[in-house]
Structure formats: C-alpha cells, structure tokens
C-alpha cells in the first residue's frame, strides 16, 4: 500500500478494559491453545498477573473464582486479572469439535506464568467459587 492510497481495513473493538498495574520487569508471553472436542483443558490454576484473550475458532466453558461459568464463542475477548484468582476452566464445550483461543499473559518478574492448585487448596477456597 502506498502512502496515497485510502486503507480499506477495520478496525473492531473486542475487549476494552483498565489494565492492572504490571511491575517492571514483567514478561509477556502469547500462547495458541487448541482444544480437540470436549476437552476440560488445563486443570485448576493461577497466572501470576492477568491475562487477556480472544477465541478463534469453537465455543469454551470460561470459569473463574468468584464469577459464575460462562460460555465464550469464536470472535469474543476475555480476560482475567491473575494473581490470587483461580481459573477453575477454559473447557471445550464443544463435544465434536476443536475449540481454540490465544492468550496474551503478562507475568510477574521470576514467577512462574501459570501454577496449578492442589486438591487441599481447592478445598479450602471452596467457598469463593460460584455456584453451579
């Protein structure tokens, strides 16, 4: 394209939102997860800072601590905040098909970009995830 031609591309608003602070020295890390049908995806976890991201193709199961499961669809955003939350599940909800999402993670300095909760932690916060 040169300078004098008019663009013709869009530009369409999926996710608007006040980012947390991020200490300096964070990484960033974009990840392609690919879901084959009915997967549950990654067991329970936490990302040490938030996390934004977008569905590309299928349907997921989006659930994390304190907010009830919800559907997200091919060509709609999320995010979440990281740190202390837990994120129960980002599952393919699709039985027959793949589900894929890309995920943009911001990470605090020296921390692991994802930790996996155990059963006794799980337990304790019971409390704090939604009902089903």
């Excluded at 006040?18 to 009915?38: C, K, Q, R």
């Excluded at 837990?86 to 793949?98: G, K, V, W």
Aim: proline share 8%; aromatic share 6%; net charge negative.
């Amino acid at each position: 394209m040169t300078s004098t031609q008019a663009s013709r591309s869009t530009l369409t608003m999926l996710l608007d939102h006040v980012t947390p602070v991020v200490p300096d020295g964070s990484e960033a890390m974009t990840v392609e997860v690919d879901l084959p049908p009915g997967d549950p995806g990654a067991a329970p976890h936490r990302h040490s800072g938030p996390v934004f991201g977008y569905v590309v193709e299928g349907a997921i199961v989006f659930e994390l601590e304190g907010e009830p499961e919800r559907i997200i669809r091919a060509g709609e955003a999320f995010w979440e905040p990281g740190g202390d939350v837990i994120h129960y599940q980002a599952a393919n909800q699709l039985a027959d098909a793949r589900s894929r999402f890309i995920a943009v993670m911001l990470g605090r300095p020296g921390e692991p970009m994802l930790t996996f909760v155990d059963a006794a932690e799980l337990e304790e916060r019971r409390h704090l995830r939604a009902a089903r």
